[in-house]
C-alpha cells in the first residue's frame, strides 16, 4: 500500500513481555501515526510523529511508548504487553515531502493482528 | 473532543440500489475529511478526500459530500454491487484523523 510496510503481520506473545511493532515507509512522509482497532472503539490513535525524533502521544497512549530516529522508521513498543493490548494495530502517513500541512489524506498500512495471552 | 458519528451502523441491500451513508462530527474545525473502506481482516483504502473547502469529490459510482458549519459529510454509492460490501468509516481531520465506527454493508446478489 503505497509503500508503507508494517511487520510482523500477526505476533501472539505472553502478558509481561515487551513487544517491538514496526512500520516502515518509503514515501519520505513527514508525518506517521500508530491506531489501534478494537471492536465497538473504531480506530484510536496511539502516539504520532512530525518528525525525526518528535512523537507525541494520542488519546491512548498509556503502556505504549515509541521511536523515530529515521524518517522511514516508526516503531510502537508495548513495554510490558496485557491482555488488554490484545488488538489490531495500524500505521499511516501523511505529508508528503515540505509542503503545506494538513491538507493531505492518510494512507493505511495492512495492520498488526496482536494477541496477547 | 471530537466525535464522530456514522449512521446506520449496518445496512444490507439487494444490488442496484442507490445508498446514503451519512457521518455527522461534533467539531466542524477540520482541514478536511477522508473516507475509508475497510474489508474484513484488511486495512483501510482511501475512497475519497474532501478539503474543508470543497463541497463534494466524486470517484466513479462514489460521491461524497461536506456541510462543514452543520457538521456532516454524505457517502453516496450509486447502483450498488456485490463488491461494494464492507466497511464504511468516515474521519473528518481537525489536525489527526479521527474515526467514526463505521457503516457494515452488505450488497447481495
Known amino acids: 500500500d503505497a509503500g508503507i510496510t508494517q511487520s510482523p503481520r500477526h505476533k501472539v506473545t505472553e502478558t509481561g513481555t515487551p513487544v517491538t511493532l514496526r512500520c516502515h515507509q518509503t514515501?519520505?512522509?513527514?508525518?506517521m501515526y500508530w491506531y489501534r482497532q478494537d471492536p465497538g472503539h473504531g480506530l484510536r490513535l496511539i502516539h504520532y510523529?512530525?518528525?525525526?525524533?518528535?512523537?507525541d502521544k494520542g488519546e491512548v497512549s498509556d503502556g505504549y511508548s515509541v521511536s523515530r530516529s529515521k524518517t522511514e522508521d516508526f516503531l510502537l513498543t508495548l513495554e510490558s504487553a496485557t491482555s488488554s493490548q490484545t488488538s489490531v494495530y495500524f500505521c499511516a502517513i501523511s505529508e508528503p515531502g515540505q509542503g503545506s500541512p494538513l491538507y493531505y489524506g492518510y494512507t493505511f498500512g495492512s495492520g498488526t493482528r496482536l494477541t496477547v495471552v | 473532543k471530537q466525535e464522530v458519528t456514522q449512521i446506520p451502523a449496518a445496512l444490507s441491500v439487494p444490488e442496484g440500489e442507490n445508498l446514503v451513508l451519512n457521518c455527522s462530527f461534533t467539531?466542524?474545525?477540520?482541514?478536511?475529511l477522508q473516507w475509508f473502506r475497510q474489508d474484513p481482516g484488511k486495512g483501510l483504502t482511501s475512497l475519497l478526500l474532501?478539503?474543508?473547502?470543497?463541497r463534494e469529490q466524486t470517484s466513479g459510482r462514489l460521491n461524497a459530500s461536506l456541510d462543514k458549519s452543520s457538521g456532516r459529510s454524505t457517502l453516496y454509492i450509486a447502483a450498488s454491487q456485490p463488491g461494494d460490501s464492507a466497511t464504511y468509516l468516515c474521519?473528518?481531520?481537525?489536525?489527526?484523523?479521527?474515526f467514526g465506527t463505521g457503516t457494515r454493508l452488505q450488497v447481495f446478489p
Open positions: 474532501i478539503q474543508s473547502s470543497q
Open positions: 474521519a473528518p481531520r481537525p489536525d489527526k484523523l479521527i
Open positions: 467539531d466542524s474545525a477540520i482541514y478536511n
Open positions: 514515501e519520505n512522509h513527514r508525518y
Open positions: 510523529s512530525y518528525g525525526v525524533k518528535d512523537t
